[in-house]
C-alpha cells in the first residue's frame, strides 16, 4: 500500500529560528513530490520535486528530494509567525493503469513571537 | 483567491441523503481534482477529470460519483450519506492533465456535516 509519512506531526518554535520538516514515501510508479502550505483555506503549492539532489527554493523555503533513501525535506530559515500552518506533501504517481496521488498528514509548525 | 469557486460553502445534512457539490476551475485550466479532507484521514485525493473525461482515481468510495461538464465545472455527487463522510471537499483545477503535472490550485472547499 502506497504511503506518505511525515515528521514531526507537531513543532513549535521561536520566530527567527530554523526548522526541517521531513517526508518520506513508499509509492509505486512514483513521478513526483510536491510540498503545500494549508493556513486556514486551502492548500497552497510550494514545490513540485521530481529530480535527486536539485534543491528548489523560494525566498526562505527551500525543499529537496532523494529518489534513493525515498524522503525529501523542506527548509525553512529566519521564520516568521506567518509561517505557522500545517505544511503538506504528496508523492504523485503514474503507470500500471493507475495515477494519483498521497498525502501524508501533514506537520503543523507554530511559530512563537 | 485562487481563481477556483466552490459551493456552497457549507451544508448539512441527514444521514442517508444525497448532496452535490460544485466546482467551478480557474479560467483557461482544463483539470479538476476533487480532495476530501477529515481529521482522521487527512487529506485524500478522490478523483480528476479533464476535459470532460474522467482521469485519474483515488479513493473515491462507489456512493460518490464525479463529472465534469463541457463548460468544465465540475459535480461531485455524494449518495446515502454516512456520519464518517463528514468532512472538507476540496476542488482543485490546472491547466494540463495529471499525467503531466502542473500546479493545482485549491478552491475554498465546502464543509460538509452529516447529522
Known amino acids: 500500500e502506497d504511503k506518505v509519512v511525515q515528521s514531526p506531526l507537531s513543532l513549535v518554535v521561536h520566530e527567527g529560528d530554523t526548522v526541517t520538516l521531513n517526508c518520506s514515501y513508499e509509492?509505486?510508479?512514483?513521478?513526483?513530490l510536491l510540498w503545500y502550505k494549508q493556513e486556514k483555506k486551502a492548500p497552497t503549492f510550494l514545490f513540485m520535486l521530481?529530480?535527486?539532489?536539485i534543491e528548489k527554493k523560494s525566498g526562505r523555503l527551500s525543499s529537496i528530494l532523494d529518489k534513493k533513501e525515498l524522503f525529501s525535506i523542506l527548509n525553512i530559515t529566519a521564520t516568521q509567525t506567518g509561517d505557522s500552518a500545517i505544511y503538506l506533501c504528496?508523492?504523485?504517481?503514474?503507470?500500471?493503469?493507475?495515477?494519483?496521488?498521497?498525502f501524508g498528514k501533514g506537520t503543523h509548525l507554530i511559530i512563537q513571537p | 483567491d485562487s481563481g477556483v469557486t466552490q459551493t456552497p460553502k457549507h451544508l448539512i445534512t441527514a444521514t442517508g441523503q444525497r448532496v452535490t457539490l460544485r466546482c467551478s476551475p480557474r479560467s483557461g485550466d482544463l483539470s479538476v481534482y476533487w480532495y476530501q479532507q477529515s481529521l482522521d484521514q487527512g487529506l485524500q485525493f478522490l478523483i480528476q477529470?479533464?476535459?470532460?473525461?474522467?482521469?485519474a482515481k483515488g479513493n473515491i468510495l462507489e456512493r460518490f460519483s464525479a463529472q465534469q461538464f463541457p463548460d468544465l465545472h465540475s459535480e461531485l455527487n455524494l449518495s446515502s450519506l454516512e456520519l464518517g463522510d463528514s468532512a472538507l471537499y476540496f476542488c482543485?483545477?490546472?491547466?494540463?492533465?495529471?499525467?503531466?503535472?502542473?500546479?493545482?490550485?485549491f478552491g475554498p472547499g465546502t464543509r460538509l456535516t452529516v447529522l
Open positions: 509509492v509505486t510508479n512514483f513521478r513526483s
Open positions: 504528496a508523492s504523485t504517481y503514474s503507470g500500471g493503469g493507475a495515477d494519483g496521488l498521497t
Open positions: 482543485a483545477s490546472s491547466v494540463g492533465d495529471f499525467s503531466i503535472y502542473n500546479e493545482q490550485f
Open positions: 521530481t529530480s535527486s539532489g
Open positions: 477529470y479533464y476535459n470532460g473525461e474522467e482521469r
